[in-house]
């Protein structure tokens, strides 16, 4: 069989398996199952491919064709032009999730100016917020956590791939329960669980029967994260300090909403994603928090 036959039987397996981008998938698997880039594939299109290789692009077919996700296989996905190693244990992070990045570091950019930012990230998964704003900030102290110690494993990897290890402290907990109070940090983010117990049955087959269930889940209502963090957050706050959430599409009036309400908090505000949806809202912690009140939360 050729490179050309061979690309031709996957994109067919694949189409017939009802995998979008057939072709692309097609490439991509047969480039890793023969060691070419994807480029090469099309130089080399007559080559005879091995059998032993054809063994392994059918094999990575049947996989992609049942619904596991082509990042998965391939072990990859790039984030904020970083490179993450991805697997089962993490979500694979997604492009949307890059308006949190760029929303941090605006804020980061004034903060950095007057002192070294503190900053804490709950529910790192792959560590790709993290990672990312550690590449782009010199001066930084971070502390990336995660209730999944297999998450905490992927990301800690992933940190010293991209050569910020030094920078990135992971902590293994639930939400902000392994800090104590005076611990407080000039920006808090999370791109928490927010799929509705009732929507998880509707998600695709590739999300719903491979990616973890821990990073997914939000709840009943796909609020319950949101809940949980507006009212801990302003303890942990430095004055003025920010507080920035991801939020799924029509949670952004719900969130700022919670925001108003909690009292922490300055007015929060929302930016849109490339698609036009709420995907960030963000809220400045106000001067002075009620510090009995995080005792009685505390207990
Ligand atoms: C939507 S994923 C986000 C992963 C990553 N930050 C990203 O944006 O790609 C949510 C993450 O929160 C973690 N998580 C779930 N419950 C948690 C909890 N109670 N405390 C801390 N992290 C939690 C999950 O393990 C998962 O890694």
Request: aromatic letters at 6%; hydrophobic letters at 35%.
């Amino acid at each position: 069989m050729t490179i050309l036959e061979a690309l031709n039987w996957a994109t067919d397996y694949l189409r017939d398996c009802g995998i979008d981008h057939p072709r692309l998938n097609a490439e991509l698997l047969l480039a890793r199952s023969i060691h070419l880039s994807r480029e090469e594939l099309y130089i080399r299109l007559h080559d005879q491919v091995m059998e032993e290789e054809i063994k392994t692009l059918e094999g990575l077919s049947r996989r992609r064709g049942s619904g596991e996700p082509l990042q998965y296989i391939l072990g990859h996905q790039e984030f904020w032009s970083i490179d993450l190693k991805v697997d089962p244990r993490v979500l694979i992070p997604r492009p949307d999730t890059e308006r949190l990045v760029e929303e941090s570091l605006s804020i980061l950019a004034k903060i950095s100016s007057k002192k070294i930012p503190s900053v804490l990230e709950l529910g790192t998964g792959s560590g790709a917020i993290a990672i990312s704003l550690a590449k782009e900030v010199k001066n930084i102290f971070l502390v990336a956590t995660d209730l999944s110690g297999d998450a905490l494993m992927v990301a800690k990897e992933n940190a010293k791939q991209a050569g910020v290890s030094d920078k990135i402290g992971f902590v293994k907990g639930d939400l902000l329960s392994p800090f104590h109070q005076g611990e407080t940090f000039d920006l808090i983010l999370s791109n928490p669980p927010y799929i509705s117990d009732s929507e998880i049955s509707d998600l695709s087959r590739e999300v719903r029967d491979h990616e973890p269930l821990i990073a997914l889940n939000g709840g009943k209502d796909g609020l319950e994260f949101y809940r949980k963090l507006i009212s801990q957050a302003p303890y942990y706050l430095e004055k003025e300090g920010w507080f920035l959430l991801e939020v799924g599409s029509n949670q952004a009036s719900s969130v700022s909403e919670m925001i108003e309400t909690e009292g922490g908090f300055e007015k929060p505000e929302r930016a849109k994603d490339l698609s036009g949806i709420e995907r960030v809202v963000k809220a400045q912690r106000k001067w002075k928090v009620d510090s009995r009140k995080w005792r009685v939360e505390k207990k």
